[in-house]
């Protein structure tokens, strides 16, 4: 019984679009004025942390919510996966403060932010308030938790500027001449297979995703980790530091034999 409409930034989703929308309901490029004031929700996944111009864009979804409408919003939380710091096509990234403070300054109220429900995003509940408030009247965001959250902004970007070097110092002092094998081949493992100076001693990547297994980054098979070979010396652990213990420790096949690991 919903009256459900779609609509992206390109044409490129209209043959999947037609299996469940009627073409009246879809559109591409630019929102339809006709539905101004239509919906009383909107769902947005993953794309604010894409916008030019975020301000622009919860503009425009406030436009197209009736008063009182709710929008449904995930954007991706780089404080439990790093990785989200220098992925190039995301131009923005958000701590609970900066969320709160642009929702409010684009007609949002009644934020619920939660960091739980998803393992690496923020799920954002806003509903549409009655008018726009000047900036002037935004309430003064907690000066320690903006602090706390510049804090961890800068800790990433310090991360991220050691960890090629860190990449290159256990190539050079640890993995060089032997046979090696990346633990990932998603975000995290073509990263430290581009720090590589010499990749022709990794012989495969190992990731349980079966699509992954479909791919072959740098020409190197993808495996599923129990099919590790027993002469493989050495594995990189191209996955999200803050798991990355965790699941290679859930591999049985890795434990076969002992291997140098490297930990980002």
């Given at each position: 019984?919903?009256?459900?409409?779609?609509?992206?930034?390109?044409?490129?989703?209209?043959?999947?679009?037609?299996?469940?929308?009627?073409?009246?309901?879809?559109a591409?490029?630019?929102?339809?004025?006709?539905?101004?004031?239509?919906f009383?929700?909107?769902?947005?996944?993953?794309?604010?942390?894409?916008?030019?111009?975020?301000?622009?864009?919860?503009?425009t979804i406030?436009?197209?919510?009736?008063?009182?409408?709710?929008?449904?919003l995930?954007?991706?939380?780089?404080?439990?996966?790093?990785?989200?710091?220098?992925?190039?096509?995301?131009?923005?990234?958000?701590?609970?403060?900066?969320?709160?403070?642009?929702?409010?300054?684009?007609?949002?109220?009644?934020?619920?932010?939660?960091?739980?429900?998803?393992?690496?995003?923020?799920a954002?509940?806003?509903?549409?308030?009655?008018?726009?408030?000047?900036?002037?009247?935004?309430?003064?965001?907690?000066?320690?938790?903006?602090?706390?959250?510049?804090?961890?902004?800068?800790?990433?970007?310090?991360?991220w500027?050691?960890?090629?070097?860190?990449?290159?110092?256990?190539?050079?002092?640890?993995?060089?001449?032997?046979?090696?094998?990346?633990?990932?081949?998603?975000?995290?493992?073509?990263?430290?297979?581009?720090?590589?100076?010499?990749?022709?001693?990794?012989?495969?990547?190992?990731?349980?995703?079966?699509?992954?297994?479909?791919?072959?980054?740098?020409?190197?098979?993808?495996?599923?980790?129990?099919?590790?070979e027993?002469?493989?010396?050495?594995?990189?652990?191209?996955?999200?530091?803050?798991?990355?213990?965790?699941?290679?420790?859930?591999?049985?096949?890795?434990?076969?034999?002992?291997?140098d690991?490297?930990?980002?």
């Amino acid at each position: 019984d919903l009256d459900g409409a779609v609509f992206d930034v390109s044409d490129a989703y209209r043959a999947a679009w037609d299996a469940f929308v009627p073409p009246h309901n879809q559109a591409a490029h630019d929102p339809p004025a006709a539905w101004n004031g239509r919906f009383d929700a909107v769902l947005s996944f993953f794309a604010l942390e894409h916008a030019d111009d975020p301000h622009a864009f919860l503009t425009t979804i406030r436009r197209l919510l009736r008063p009182g409408g709710d929008l449904f919003l995930t954007v991706p939380n780089v404080r439990r996966n790093a990785g989200d710091f220098i992925v190039v096509d995301h131009v923005n990234h958000f701590m609970p403060s900066s969320l709160r403070r642009i929702l409010t300054a684009t007609g949002f109220t009644d934020i619920e932010l939660d960091e739980d429900a998803h393992e690496s995003a923020y799920a954002v509940r806003a509903r549409r308030g009655v008018q726009v408030r000047a900036p002037i009247e935004l309430a003064a965001s907690d000066g320690t938790a903006v602090a706390r959250y510049a804090e961890e902004a800068r800790g990433l970007a310090a991360f991220w500027s050691a960890a090629g070097d860190a990449v290159a110092a256990f190539e050079r002092n640890v993995a060089r001449g032997r046979k090696s094998a990346i633990y990932g081949s998603g975000f995290y493992g073509v990263f430290i297979a581009g720090r590589l100076a010499d990749r022709s001693n990794v012989a495969c990547f190992l990731d349980r995703n079966l699509h992954q297994q479909a791919q072959r980054p740098f020409d190197r098979p993808v495996l599923p980790p129990d099919d590790i070979e027993d002469d493989v010396e050495v594995v990189y652990a191209g996955l999200n530091p803050a798991r990355a213990h965790d699941i290679l420790a859930g591999v049985p096949a890795l434990r076969r034999r002992p291997r140098d690991t490297f930990f980002l």
